[in-house]
């Protein structure tokens, strides 16, 4: 089955560094990832969506200058936290769409999440 | 843009007993209508998902029904079981490779 994985799968930082998190789609090539945002008993808020070779769409209210995505190849999208604070605590996850292979097309498959701390 | 709303937002049930969780979306060209169920920090988990040109379509002991001219679909899990337990999201997503808008979930508590 398709396998998309998240790291790290939890950190904890300082106010105003910055933290990267990876999605990594393991036996599938993807076009088109996104990312999410999740707040305690809430529902998954699309953040972002990440097309491998060009610039990321944002969602209204999101910060492109704060949540930075890059998509440098098929199998790997980056979030970047820059000059995190504690409102941007939260559990993050990715998801990942397959164009091809064996894996069945337009199924969206999530990671396990990361859960960022900011003190 | 799409819209999906999802009620109940909590339903407790005794095991043994039927949950439905129903959907309503607001973007007629929506054609895929996934159902994902997701524990305590994990990932949201696929469990049942339908087309547009489906009406119902059932796997085991879950069932999703479409109604494309009421635009709302349901999830409807029977004899249930306490590792039902869990919070359920339903989606809905109009082609291939746009996103998925999501309800803002269903926590199942199923008792003993």
Known sequence: GAVVSQHPSWVICKSGTSVKIECRSLDFQATTMFWYRQFPKKSLMLMATSNEGSKATYEQGVEKDKFLINHASLTLSTLTVTSAHPEDSSFYICSAISTSGSVRVDEQFFGPGTRLTVL | ?112
């Not at chain 2, 969780?21 to 049942?48: H, M, V």
């Not at chain 2, 069932?63 to 339903?90: G, M, R, W």
């Not at chain 2, 809905?92 to 803002?104: E, H, I, M, Q, V």
């Open chain 2, 1 to 112: 843009g799409e819209n999906v709303e999802q009620h109940p937002s909590t339903l407790s049930v005794q095991e043994g007993d039927s949950a439905v969780i129903k959907c309503t979306y607001s973007d007629s060209a929506s054609n895929y209508f996934p159902w994902y169920k997701q524990e305590l920090g994990k990932r949201p988990q696929l469990i049942i998902d339908i087309r547009s040109n489906v009406g119902e379509k059932k796997d085991q002991r879950i069932a999703v029904t479409l109604n494309k001219t009421a635009k709302h679909f349901s999830l409807h899990i029977t004899e249930t079981q306490p590792e039902d337990s869990a919070v359920y999201f339903c989606a809905a997503r109009d082609s291939g490779y746009s996103t998925l808008t999501f309800g803002k979930g269903t926590m199942l508590l199923v008792s003993p």
